[in-house]
């Protein structure tokens, strides 16, 4: 019995990464490969040093084309089910910084369609939060010469062209057995996962050739791409690669499930300073020993402790982040001070967010495709 | 068991319509019905008097709100997977009375999509196919103002997002119940049902209130509109209303399949005259006796000739069409003279047809919707 599990609609158990990239036959990515894009970028991202993006699926035959002056492309997304959190933030900090180093073109698929299928939703609320949600992406500050989002409903003439394409190709058992679908699932949702690989060759169908797409995205979303690479020669394209990001944690800890309608596992993008300090300050989980004495003496659990987790997300700085790991380890900080520093941090990338945010609202139509 | 079939898929053996409307539980279109639609349309299509239009669901409904003001609109369609017969014709000729005689939008689906899901066709060719057949359909003399055809890859953005409006309110199961759909079945195909089904509630989403629907077509199609029927409330429409024809006979044979892979079976609008000629010569299935005097003592059997029986179909003139059904039952026609008659009428109404298809060509983007 494997004692974690991740699919796209499931993640439970503590997640063992290696044993994650042997089941689902990634690649680990490695110093060599590490060392071969930052020939190229100059710089790595703290995702990549850090190992927050650690798997991949040909990233060297991307890089490789690269190097021989090809570009590639890279397509993410978001399921407007509800606000952002800074999790959501995650892949996009690190797809933005992608194409700023590769210079690429990045589409961005938001699935109203996808939500309203799934949830109790109507398409006018999924609509909304679509464009609450874009308002977020966009104020990240990415290049509107090289930035395509478009909304699924907004866009379904040229989506749903390339989902058939590529719909021919799969079997309803495999996209049961893949996606998870029963007999009772709804015949809409069925047809969903074509939709959210058509953007994998949608470059071809705008007349801009055979380009190879690059999915940064949280490993649990690999399930998707498995398809659309097998229906890629069909397609007349390259097999879309990924890479893979672990799990941002919950707030209520490392194992803990973060869920949207619990508001105390995740800092949405519109908490005020005081929601972000009073839960930082109350729920998020403690690595750190029951009383000052213990902490002075012992020093924290760092891999629990989600404060630190955070700070890996969100502090930049290495030497600033191994000075917070060193002294809360070795028992010199205490919980409260790493806690005020996650909250500071977090407020501060906020506030200048929020700023952007409002800024970004007047801009929307500057990246927006639409058929 | 049954001794017939009638699925979308698959009709087969000797088909008795009574026992279709006991089966399908749809009601007989009576003389009561008849007369209270001669009242609204002052004269009566031959293919209602010769019960070619034999069932219904809601037609009593739809005519009810008619005769209290309130409009309907028609909805018809067309597969695109080659060429078209005199027997596409059928359904379409009496939707063009029912709009001129009810002043009334019609809609006409070009399901490009589903023949490229289901058949060994690109894309491309459905394409080519499908405006190929919009010229035929065009040239029946369809008017432009109310007339509004759309091929569905061109019309995706809206008719999709109706589609997940339908999708989400059917489960697999009842999808592989209806359609009969299996796990070997391409997850495209799966979905198109949904995508044949938007239309019934295509005006309310283009703004034009809640109309009712109201479909002509062969009775092997009904099942589609089964689960339409069931989801329409939740759409905040009434229930499609259907009005059912026979189907059209081979003309090899009550019995035989029609089949548009065996030329012989059908004449195509792009026929010529001698090929008309021939293939109703060589080919009509003959309800007459085996030697002139057995024929001329005997009569021929009109059930079974399939001269006369396309005749009922294109021969508009009810006198005519009894003094031809009269001479060759008692035998004072022969074979060869109704053969006569009928190729004779299919090239008369071939050569006016042509003619319009070629003009047709021009006039398409009158009837056009797109996204």
Chains 1, 2 share one sequence.
Request: glycine share 6%.
């Amino acid at each position: 019995m494997d004692e974690f599990k991740v699919t796209p609609w499931e993640v439970s158990g503590k997640v063992d990464y290696n044993k994650l990239i042997e089941r689902f036959g990634t690649k680990k990515i490695d110093q060599a490969l590490l060392e071969r894009m930052r020939r190229l970028t100059k710089d790595l991202h703290p995702y990549l040093t850090r190992q927050v993006f650690f798997s991949h699926r040909d990233l060297d035959v991307v890089l490789k084309k690269y190097e021989d002056g090809e570009k590639f492309f890279l397509y993410t997304g978001r399921g407007p089910s509800g606000g952002m959190h800074m999790g959501h933030l995650v892949p996009l900090m690190f797809t933005k910084w992608l194409q700023e180093k590769f210079k690429v073109d990045l589409y961005i698929q938001i699935t109203d369609d996808e939500k309203f299928l799934m949830r109790d939703l109507s398409l006018e609320e999924t609509h909304r939060l679509a464009y609450d949600n874009i308002a977020d992406i966009i104020a990240l500050g990415f290049d509107p010469k090289r930035t395509h989002i478009f909304v699924n409903t907004e866009y379904a003439k040229t989506l749903y062209k390339i989902a058939i394409k590529v719909a021919r190709n799969i079997t309803t058992s495999t996209n049961k057995a893949v996606f998870g679908f029963t007999d009772s699932s709804n015949m809409g949702i069925s047809f969903f996962p074509a939709m959210q690989m058509a953007p994998c060759f949608l470059p071809k169908e705008l007349g801009k050739g055979d380009m190879q797409c690059l999915v940064p995205a949280a490993i649990d979303q690999d399930d998707y791409w498995r398809p659309a690479r097998d229906v890629a020669a069909k397609m007349g394209c390259p097999k879309p690669a990924q890479i893979h990001s672990k799990f941002f944690p919950s707030l209520l800890g490392m194992d803990a499930k973060m869920s949207s309608s619990d508001p105390r596992s995740s800092i949405f993008l519109t908490d005020t300073p005081e929601e972000v300090k009073k839960k930082v300050m109350r729920y998020a989980f403690s690595g750190g020993r029951d009383t000052v004495e213990e902490q002075r003496k012992l020093g924290a659990d760092l891999e629990k402790d989600i404060s630190y987790q955070w700070m890996r997300f969100f502090e930049e700085d290495d030497r600033k982040l191994k000075r917070i790991g060193d002294d809360y380890s070795s028992g010199k900080m205490l919980t409260g001070e790493i806690k005020t520093i996650l909250a500071d941090r977090l407020n501060a990338f906020l506030k200048s967010h929020q700023k952007a945010r409002g800024k970004a609202k007047g801009r929307t139509e500057k990246f927006m495709l639409r058929d």
